[in-house]
Nanobody, 120 residues
Framework: QVQLVESGGGLVQAGGSLRLSCAAS????????MGWYRQGPGKQRELVAT??????TNYADSVKGRFIISRDNAKTVSLHMNSLKPEEDAVYYCSAALQVTVVARWSNYWGQGTQVTVSS
């Protein structure tokens, strides 16, 4: 069974920084893209950043220059968030596109989410 577990969420003041981490575990054959999404109160889930297996990154325009996504290894991803804004108060979800076996279809998996609370 595949698990994606996020950590690092918590309370931070506006302008502060926070580092989120996500580790995939279980029966996994291969992982391609990993990323972070977030969903604030009354809002739709939105992409924050992604990183491919080769290290190519993609960021939402709203976080460019402030957030950095990194691939610690094939199954671990981190999100370094700087200069956090109150409107970025949200549940942050880790995602991964992976195969559980060599013959399995590529599927997207999601973590349970970690709350990031930004005080104003």
């Amino acid at each position: 069974q595949v698990q994606l577990v996020e950590s690092g969420g918590g309370l931070v003041q506006a302008g502060g920084s926070l580092r989120l981490s996500c580790a995939a575990s279980g029966s996994i054959f291969s992982v391609s893209t990993m990323g972070w999404y977030r969903q604030g109160p009354g809002k739709q889930r939105e992409l924050v950043a992604t990183i491919g297996s080769g290290g190519i990154t993609n960021y939402a325009d709203s976080v460019k220059g402030r957030f950095i996504i990194s691939r610690d290894n094939a199954k671990t991803v981190s999100l370094h968030m700087n200069s956090l804004k109150p409107e970025e108060d949200a549940v942050y979800y880790c995602s991964a596109a992976l195969q559980v076996t060599v013959v399995a279809r590529w599927s997207n998996y999601w973590g349970q989410g970690t709350q990031v609370t930004v005080s104003s």
